[in-house]
Nanobody, 115 residues
Framework: QVQLEESGGGVVQPGGSLRLSCAAS????????MAWYRQAPGKERDLVAA???????TYADSVKGRYTISRDNAKNTLYLQMNSLRPEDTAVYYC?????????WGKGTLVTVSS
C-alpha cells in the first residue's frame, strides 16, 4: 500500500536550480524517516538528505548548503530543493521512506546538470 513517486527531474545548466517532488501514499510524518538518495553512472547509491520523523534534517557533505529537504504533510509530498547545481550532481534521484520496518523506494527521476 506504500507508494512513492518522484517527479521534477530534468536538464539544468550548472549553477541552476531544480526542485524534486516525491508524492507519497501516506503522510510523510507517518514514516519513521524519509530521505533522498542519488546514484550517478558507475557509482553506488548514496544518501543525499534525510528527514527523520520529528527530527532534524541531515545532509551529505557534498550537498550541504545547496540542497534543502522538506515535507508537506497536507499534500503527502516530500521535496528536495537543489540550488547551485554542479555537473557532479548528475544522477538518478530516488525517494526513500522507512515505514513499519520496511524501506520503500520510488522509481527515480533523472537530473542532468550540463551546459
Amino acid at each position: 500500500q506504500v507508494q512513492l513517486e518522484e517527479s521534477g527531474g530534468g536538464v539544468v545548466q550548472p549553477g541552476g536550480s531544480l526542485r524534486l517532488s516525491c508524492a507519497a501514499s501516506r503522510r510523510p510524518s507517518s514514516f519513521f524517516a524519509m530521505a533522498w538518495y542519488r546514484q550517478a553512472p558507475g557509482k553506488e547509491r548514496d544518501l543525499v538528505a534525510a528527514l527523520p520523523r520529528g527530527g532534524l534534517a541531515t545532509y551529505a557533505d557534498s550537498v550541504k548548503g545547496r540542497y534543502t529537504i522538506s515535507r508537506d504533510n497536507a499534500k503527502n509530498t516530500l521535496y528536495l530543493q537543489m540550488n547551485s547545481l554542479r555537473p557532479e550532481d548528475t544522477a538518478v534521484y530516488y525517494c526513500n521512506g522507512h515505514y513499519l520496518g520496511v524501506q520503500y523506494w520510488g522509481k527515480g527521476t533523472l537530473v542532468t546538470v550540463s551546459s
